[in-house]
């Protein structure tokens, strides 16, 4: 049986760390580079990783989750803002993800899942607006 599959690569190219400070597996299986249960990773500085896998917990069923990144802010400096990511590929209905940035950060790159299939490779690009 095919495993369904999902992984988020981010460059980060700002000049701080991009930590997770909220991560939610509703359906499925973490799978971060290829490590069961391996959940969500922080992005160093100028930086692309696979930031977030997800795989199907068993043959063809849906996966869902959701995961939030913000940036590491030294202290007496504000925070650049955050990133977030919603995902559900359900089994029997139309595919639905959404990634955005707040306050300075910015993504570029990202593209829409189609309504079908469950195979999925989305990169982004993490910047700071000046």
Known sequence: MATWTFSLMITNTTDRE???FHSQLDWGIWNTEGIEDRGPLNIPPNTTIQALGIKASTGPNGYECSCSWRDKVPAGEKSYGTISLSLNVPQKSKNQAECLADHQLHIDAWEELPEKGH???RSIIVSKVR
Do not use: C, R
Request: glycine share 0%; proline share 0%; charged share 15%.
């Open 119 to 121: 195979n999925f490779v």
């Open 18 to 20: 991009l930590e997770v």
